[in-house]
T-cell receptor
Framework: SQQGEEDPQALSIQEGENATMNCSYK?????LQWYRQNSGRGLVHLIL???NEREKHSGRLRVTLDTSKKSSSLLITASRAADTASYFCATDPSDYQLIWGAGTKLIIKP | KAGVTQTPRYLIKTRGQQVTLSCSPISGHRSVSWYQQTPGQGLQFLFE???????NKGNFPGRFSGRQFSNSRSEMNVSTLELGDSALYLC????????????FGPGTRLTVL
């Protein structure tokens, strides 16, 4: 079963606007990661946030983690056409594998 | 360093056939994981190998198998292909298990007719 569930499933915004995606999970975790996937290609690691962290920044990305609500959000500021992609969260509830959500498809309109 | 490479990139097979996919991890990475991705779905974990040993296996039938060689290169095999096996198969490498960041290859797009 899926541990992470992204919300919304799809998001379409104008270039320059901010995009926010959410991820919810079910069990306790050590860390949560966000990845980006351009159409039909491999995934690229964006950012990792540990369970004892509440917020983390990387360039135009801001990730928050609320372990009490078992949720995380990914904010992309000042979006660009190149940000068009699917975004996945992944959690590590066990020692053996990451659990992935179904992803949010982000479309940036010019 | 060269990234993760997967071969072939595209493959078309018919039902009942078998297929072998190959993955070469980043140099120095000894952990390789395989995932299946179907349209609109997240990644479904297939298995992970570390030092030639399978550490864990996802919830897939025995038709899906894999192995890892001493140079960390990995192969996965799917026998008796079914239409539902059509998917993007992704390989990811890490220096070691639970090293957090996974590095993905471009994937092999398998189409079963």
């Amino acid at each position: 079963s899926q541990q992470g569930e992204e919300d919304p499933q799809a998001l379409s915004i104008q270039e320059g606007e901010n995009a926010t995606m959410n991820c919810s999970y079910k069990t306790s975790i050590n860390n949560l990661q966000w990845y980006r996937q351009n159409s039909g290609r491999g995934l690229v690691h964006l950012i990792l946030i540990r369970s004892n962290e509440r917020e983390k920044h990387s360039g135009r990305l801001r990730v928050t983690l609320d372990t009490s609500k078992k949720s995380s959000s990914l904010l992309i500021t000042a979006s660009r056409a190149a940000d068009t992609a699917s975004y996945f969260c992944a959690t590590d509830p066990s020692d053996y594998q990451l659990i992935w959500g179904a992803g949010t498809k982000l479309i940036i309109k010019p | 360093k060269a990234g993760v490479t997967q071969t072939p990139r595209y493959l078309i097979k018919t039902r009942g056939q078998q297929v072998t996919l190959s993955c070469s991890p980043i140099s120095g990475h000894r952990s390789v994981s395989w995932y299946q991705q179907t349209p609109g779905q997240g990644l479904q974990f297939l298995f992970e190998y570390f030092s030639e040993t399978q550490r864990n296996k996802g919830n897939f039938p025995g038709r899906f198998s894999g192995r890892q060689f001493s140079n960390s290169r990995s192969e996965m095999n799917v026998s008796t292909l079914e239409l539902g096996d059509s998917a993007l198969y992704l390989c990811a490498s890490q220096e070691a298990p639970r090293n957090n960041e996974q590095f993905f290859g471009p994937g092999t797009r398998l189409t079963v007719l």
